[in-house]
């Protein structure tokens, strides 16, 4: 069974750091493209950052420069590397997985909550 | 940037059908998905590739795509699918997401 599990939300101040975790179970994250996908409060999906199978990357503009996406192929876990966090990146953070036969992502966590504030 | 346009609400009565459009740039040369979301809840992928739909999910949904537009479908809409629903596509090395569509069930 398909399963993940986000990890590693709170409260920072802005300015400040946050790495997020995504634990994978049921398939292999190296093999697979995984994903970072959040949601501000009350507000729609906005997609944030994407790991390939050959680990090259690619980040949404309000993101680039600011978050990095990595990835533990001993732990098959995914990380989201959040530095200086603003306001605005307030919101649940979801991991997913891509499909493998396309541009879908067909698997979720439950979210993680980031509250920046101060 | 890409962006994707759907109508902020669509009503429709128990056991009719219920569409929700997504507009693109091209977006019937992309393939679009569509993800449906219940509050407090995870998104969960129904359509991807325009018109296929993963397992477990019912026969009532189903997806099409033409031009600039894709649209969802729920036939014999049931109250279980009330619930907000977003589509995606990619644009060169993006996701990008619809506006997003509340469904109601009335």
């Known amino acids: 069974e398909v399963r993940l599990v986000e990890s590693g939300g709170g409260l920072v101040q802005p300015g400040g750091s946050l790495r997020l975790s995504c634990a994978a179970s049921?398939?292999?994250?190296?093999?697979?493209?995984m994903t970072w996908v959040r949601q501000a409060p009350g507000k729609g999906l906005d997609w944030v950052s994407i790991?390939?199978?050959?680990?090259?990357?690619e980040y949404a503009d309000s993101v680039r420069g600011r978050f990095t996406v990595s990835r533990d192929n001993s732990k098959n876990m995914v990380y989201l590397h959040m530095n200086s966090l603003r306001a605005e990146d307030t919101a649940i953070y979801y991991c997913a997985r891509v499909g493998s036969s396309g541009w879908f992502f067909d698997y979720w966590g439950q979210g993680t909550l980031v509250t920046v504030s101060s | 940037s890409y962006e994707l346009t759907q109508p902020p609400s669509v009503s429709v009565s128990p056991g009719q059908t219920a569409s929700i459009t997504c507009s693109g740039d091209?977006?019937?040369?992309?393939?679009a998905s569509w993800y449906q979301q219940k509050p407090g809840q995870s998104p969960v992928l129904v359509i991807y590739?325009?018109?296929k739909r993963p397992s477990g999910i019912p026969e009532r949904f189903s997806g099409s795509a033409s031009g600039n537009t894709a649209t969802l479908t729920i036939s014999g809409t049931q109250a279980l699918d009330e619930g907000d629903y977003y589509c995606?596509?990619?644009?060169?090395?993006?996701?990008?997401f619809g506006t997003g569509t509340t469904v109601t069930v009335l």
């Open positions: 995606q596509a990619w644009d060169t090395s993006a996701g990008v």
């Open positions: 091209r977006l019937g040369e992309r393939f």
């Open positions: 049921g398939f292999t994250v190296r093999k697979n493209n």
């Open positions: 590739q325009h018109n």
């Open positions: 790991i390939y199978n050959d680990s090259n990357t």
